[in-house]
């Protein structure tokens, strides 16, 4: 991790060993240290500053089960602070998956369609070790099992059921927002 609290860590690209390895859990005795402070910091950080919905700590080479995250307000939606959750655990409530668009920052430049369930129960910890318990639904959800996945050494690709819809982004926003709308992006 790197030692200037200000600047972005190192988003590690596929093809990095780390993001196919199954993360460790954090240790019980890193909750509410400055350490596990400092590694939710720098994800959120540097999520933000590549412009990115979701960051775990497999992308930034530590092999690590927590990832932050943070919806921007759209429309009447205000969105949600960044959070950062530690050693997740999902439920399914809704099996029957939707597809949506999703990109990956350790697989820059690509989007495509993946199946996910629109809805999911999450528990885990804040870095404080306080319990988070909540429901995600839609967008959120897709972000939190995108990032829980991470977690597994599981891709976006891995997910996707056909390659076809695979673009990259700048013909993904010409041509599939130009004909889709807003709603595609997420």
Same mark, same amino acid.
């Given at each position: 991790?790197?030692?200037?609290?200000?600047?972005?860590?190192?988003?590690?690209?596929?093809?990095?060993?780390?993001?196919?390895?199954?993360?460790?859990?954090?240790?019980?005795?890193?909750?509410?240290?400055? @350490?596990?402070?400092?590694? *939710?910091? #720098?994800?959120?950080?540097?999520? /933000?500053?590549?412009?990115?919905? =979701?960051?775990? +700590?497999?992308?930034?080479?530590?092999?690590?089960?927590?990832?932050?995250?943070?919806?921007?307000?759209?429309?009447?939606?205000?969105?949600?602070?960044?959070?950062?959750?530690?050693?997740?655990?999902?439920?399914?409530?809704?099996?029957?998956?939707?597809?949506?668009?999703?990109?990956?920052?350790?697989?820059?430049?690509?989007?495509?369609?993946?199946?996910?369930?629109? @809805?999911?129960?999450?528990? *885990?910890? #804040?870095?404080?070790?306080?319990? /988070?318990?909540?429901?995600?639904? =839609?967008?959120? +959800?897709?972000?939190?099992?995108?990032?829980?996945?991470?977690?597994?050494?599981?891709?976006?690709?891995?997910?996707?059921?056909?390659?076809?819809?695979?673009?990259?982004?700048?013909?993904?926003?010409?041509?599939?927002?130009?004909?889709?709308?807003?709603?595609?992006?997420?």
């Amino acid at each position: 991790m790197s030692s200037d609290a200000t600047t972005p860590l190192e988003i590690v690209r596929l093809g990095h060993p780390v993001l196919r390895r199954v993360a460790e859990a954090v240790p019980e005795e890193w909750f509410g240290t400055g @350490r596990l402070a400092s590694l *939710g910091e #720098a994800l959120v950080r540097t999520m /933000l500053a590549e412009d990115g919905v =979701g960051l775990a +700590a497999p992308q930034v080479a530590e092999p690590l089960r927590l990832f932050a995250y943070w919806l921007p307000a759209r429309g009447d939606d205000p969105g949600l602070e960044p959070t950062v959750v530690v050693n997740p655990e999902l439920r399914f409530v809704d099996p029957e998956p939707e597809e949506g668009w999703e990109g990956c920052l350790s697989i820059p430049g690509l989007r495509g369609l993946v199946p996910r369930s629109p @809805r999911i129960k999450v528990k *885990g910890r #804040a870095v404080s070790g306080e319990p /988070l318990s909540f429901t995600a639904d =839609g967008f959120h +959800a897709r972000v939190i099992q995108h990032e829980y996945d991470h977690l597994d050494g599981v891709v976006f690709l891995d997910r996707m059921t056909s390659v076809r819809s695979l673009a990259f982004e700048p013909e993904w926003e010409r041509y599939v927002l130009a004909e889709a709308g807003p709603e595609a992006e997420g």
